[in-house]
């Protein structure tokens, strides 16, 4: 009996051992699709990086010869304008023809600007800070005038929405005694 039961822990040992082999075979081909899906995923990514290092680098690309290209076609429309400077310069023989040709260039020249988008900011009105920059004030003593536009004092442009730069204009600004009084009472008090 001692012969049968060691017999059958043999067996018993055998096949724990072939179970325990199945088991490692198993986890080892588990582990061995894992590390390949890993390394599959791995070059996925490195592929994924270089592709979108490549997409930026021709949008930069792009984005720089359009840049290129807009500078190059208002130079393009500069170019009479440069020319009708030059010739001014080499023809004016009195004071009337020059100015009548830096006129004329003038046009010229925000005839060109205006077509590339360019607009001068309206100064008529209310005073609006998004557009305008108060350099002067004066006292008025129309309430209804207070903080309208006066005087231009440089022109402002603005490019579609943008503003390039704000137009100087001297505003009105109405003196009320109550508000002087209050300001004054407000100033003591601090």
Partial sequence: MTEDTDEQRNQDNQANDNEEDEENKSLEDDFNELQQEYEELENQLK???????????????????????????????????????ELT?????DYESLR????????????????????????????????????????TDDEDKHNHIINELRKGYK?????????????ARHNNDDTNT???????NE
């Fill in 182 to 188: 209050s300001t004054s009472k407000e100033e003591t």
């Fill in 89 to 93: 310069l080499n023809e004016a023989n």
């Fill in 159 to 171: 490019l579609g929405d943008h503003v390039l730069r704000h137009a100087q204009v001297s505003i």
């Fill in 100 to 139: 009548e040709s830096v006129e004329l260039n003038h046009d010229q020249l925000l005839n060109i600007l205006e077509d590339h988008g360019l607009q001068d900011i309206q100064t008529t009105g209310r005073f609006d800070p998004q557009r305008h920059e108060a350099t002067l004030t004066k006292d």
């Fill in 47 to 85: 592929r994924t990086h270089a592709d979108f290092q490549n997409y930026k680098k021709r949008v930069q690309r792009r984005k720089e010869q359009r840049q290129q290209q807009a500078i190059r076609s208002l130079i393009e429309d500069l170019l009479p304008y440069l020319d009708n400077q």
